[in-house]
């Protein structure tokens, strides 16, 4: 386990009296929570997300980490005003709460493929949240970055927009005429698993063949051209800057690949801007942007004129507000 | 010009006070105007869609078939309460008021391809009709029939939920948590136009190669097929029905292009219910339904698992209420 204090250099202003909140990210690899009060983040602990055992102990972890936090904070659970979690999906919801159906998580949705320690078809989740705290919520992590995106960063005053994240995965957070889109299981977002075009050379967690995910995630990458010597995506991308024709070559069809994935997001929601982040982005987002960009010029007009497709605001640290935007007030 | 009096047999009751409503259909080959009362259908009148001249003649045209529509009705237009109006889109705001760029209208938009008599770039709509009328709502006409299928039709009670006309073009209304997406300038739900495969043999009307509307609307059907025998859509699904087995095939292959389209909005917006009309579909439903829920089938299973695809409840009539459903209170 470990746990550290951050200076909380965030572009946001605490509330002098906020009470303290709970912000937890859970994802395939790692659990983290942190408190933020009015003076700031006051504690930050992580660990290796649990999945071995029943399926439980994932919201048990939570809520562990959670005391833990506090404790470090100084702070009384009794004292949390609100837990905020953003979570890898998709979701289920049993009796109105939701429960993980993620692939990196729960080992009984794509049979011993992924290696995963338990044969879960769900993750509890919201349940046992709801029952140690009176103010819980649980949005996918595309829905929570989108979210901090609009407070914080390049979606400010954005009605019609969204959050991609190119990262091991990819994922999204979509907001139409000002209200950002949960649907019915709160699923709305995973525009990752589509489908853009016929290659299905390439596996996706989800069990597809070919969507985009399977075919330019961080992960996908790492596995499709590691015989052409690119060990991962930056060494790829590094290649590619560094004037490798052969790894340009690649790029430039992730950036087809993905480029279409946004196009369809704009021709399906009349989009204002589109903010990208991820840790597969991020580092080489100069070379990349153009190359997105240049997939949606020219067609449909009305629906891509006028269309800004920009570098997350927050930078690598989407992350780290997407929990706090869903429950700062 | 036609005009002609239909008995209003819809499934709907109308207020017993219920002042003059006008509901306007604009599309890219006619015009129709109607008008309805707490009595019912009062008079409906059509035309073939001015596309001659400056790019307000349509506008003028609507204005006129609302008066002579008034007139029938023996109603002054000064009583009239709302007019609501479906129109192809896509749209473009001026001045925060809706000008069409529809590709079967504006003739600038395409070059001489379409054959159109004018050079537009846009066409006026909004703007003369609110000078005209106090209350005024135009949506693009999937929308519209998104909104006539939740109050009336196989939507009704669904918040999350999309109409799909596969008629001679593809459009789409949406909804997500129980509210129609609209989008920065109005266009959302244009996901006829995204791009879900390869085949780029086909060109649409908006400019681009191997959309969905490209590859599977009426239009893309008689002139992808006519070479084959099958002169149009009707010919190509009723031999395919009466067991010729390259008919069987084609439409197989159509189906499972529209089916990877209503998967990315099922994995985008997490729907519960597809309700599908339109012409080219209505006569063939049976036959088409289980080929396009195949598609879908065990696909992203809490994105699709749960999700109803169906028959539109409104049948071939969606169109006539579908401007009626944005005005009628």
């Not at 929601?269 to 991020?282: C, H, K, N, T």
Request: hydrophobic share 45%; net charge negative; charged share 15%.
């Amino acid at each position: 386990m470990s746990n550290y204090h951050v200076p909380f250099s965030a572009p946001i202003r605490l509330p002098a009296e906020q009470a303290p909140l709970v912000c937890v990210d859970i994802g395939g690899t790692k659990v983290a929570v942190s408190v933020v009060d009015a003076r700031g983040l006051r504690s930050r602990v992580s660990e290796p997300t649990a999945t071995e055992g029943a399926n439980h102990v994932l919201a048990q972890q939570v809520l562990r980490l959670i005391d833990q936090a506090c404790a470090f904070a100084d702070i009384a659970p009794t004292e949390v005003a609100a837990v905020g979690v953003a979570t890898c999906g998709p979701f289920v919801l049993r009796q109105g709460l939701i429960e993980l159906v993620a692939p990196n998580i729960c080992g009984g949705l794509a049979g011993q493929a992924r290696g995963l320690p338990n044969d879960w078809t769900s993750a509890v989740l919201e349940a046992p949240l709801r029952a140690a705290f009176a103010q819980v919520r649980v949005e996918n992590d595309g829905i929570a970055a989108l979210e901090a995106e609009r407070r914080w960063g390049a979606l400010q005053g954005c009605s019609d927009c969204a959050y991609v994240t190119w990262s091991t995965g990819i994922g999204m957070g979509l907001c139409v005429d000002g209200r950002l889109l949960r649907g019915r299981n709160g699923n709305a977002g995973h525009a990752g698993h589509t489908l853009v075009c016929d290659d299905s050379s390439a596996l996706c967690g989800c069990g597809q063949r070919g969507d985009v995910e399977a075919l330019v995630a961080g992960n996908a990458i790492a596995r499709r051209f590691a015989a052409q010597g690119y060990a991962d995506a930056a060494q790829l991308f590094s290649a590619a800057v560094a004037g490798d024709a052969t790894a340009a070559a690649i790029v430039d069809s992730l950036c087809a690949v993905l480029g279409r994935a946004l196009f369809n997001l704009s021709a399906t929601l009349d989009l204002q801007r589109i903010a990208i982040g991820g840790s597969v982005f991020w580092h080489h987002r100069d070379y990349l942007l153009p190359r997105l960009r240049a997939a949606l010029a020219g067609r449909l007009p009305p629906l891509t004129q006028g269309l800004d497709i920009v570098a997350a605001g927050l930078g690598e640290r989407v992350g780290d507000f997407a929990a706090l935007a869903l429950v700062l007030p």
